[in-house]
T-cell receptor
């Protein structure tokens, strides 16, 4: 069974641009959550989707948004990028909510 | 709110040394507790878990016991290997409804030969 797939693996953008990251969960998993990982802040929860509905949201500005499609694939979008958005963005899927998470390798975003 | 506190890293140990990484938590309900591990360049992987007080989670020689009285879930291994070098995250999730996972800040372990 294929694991959680995140694309692209690396991304370089400039301030003010917008970016879309993609996550394909493990087949059959309906819950997808997103995390931002930085050396200073550790893992910060962004949001979680279950069956195309956002179930939980972290404390991030409205520039960060996401969605989930009917096949459980998920995208997150960051608009008007800032230097501080440089981070590793991790996606995780689980079979149901509140179950163990399976993580992708992440997308390393650098904002110049 | 819920929170997880881990010991600051990095932790540097010689091969075959004993490992303890401390983790304490604050939760408004009855959480399940987890340890995840992140190897360089990869995402996190579940290492072990415990769902109720006095449960012991174990995997790959690592162990952690859910201590409700001290709100702790310390990770231990009797003899570390170079291949254990990674970042370790303690985490909790409350039961019931749609709860988000709360992670600690991570503790980097470096094992030297």
């Amino acid at each position: 069974k294929a694991g959680v797939t995140q694309t692209p693996r690396y991304l370089i953008k400039t301030r003010g641009q917008q970016v879309t990251l993609s996550c394909s969960p493990i087949s059959g998993h309906r819950s997808v959550s997103w995390y931002q990982q930085t050396p200073g802040q550790g893992l910060q929860f962004l949001f979680e989707y279950f069956s195309e509905t956002q179930r939980n949201k972290g404390n991030f500005p409205g520039r960060f948004s996401g969605r989930q499609f009917s096949n459980s694939r998920s995208e997150m979008n960051v608009s008007t990028l800032e230097l501080g958005d440089s981070a590793l963005y991790l996606c995780a899927s689980s079979l149901e909510v509140n179950e163990k998470l399976f993580f992708g390798s992440g997308t390393q975003l650098s904002v110049l | 709110g819920n929170s997880v506190t881990q010991m600051e890293g990095p932790v540097t140990l010689s091969e075959e040394a004993f490992l303890t990484i401390n983790c304490t938590y604050t939760a408004t309900g009855y959480p399940s507790l987890f340890w995840y591990v992140q190897y360089p360049g990869e995402g996190l992987q579940l290492l072990l878990k415990a769902t109720k007080a006095d449960d012991k989670g174990s995997n790959k020689g690592f162990e952690a016991t859910y201590r409700k009285e001290t709100t702790s879930f310390h990770l231990e291994k009797g003899s570390v290997q170079v291949s254990d070098s990674a970042v370790y995250f303690c985490a909790l999730i409350l039961s019931g409804g749609y709860q988000k996972v709360t992670f600690g800040t991570g503790t980097k372990l470096q094992v030297i030969p």
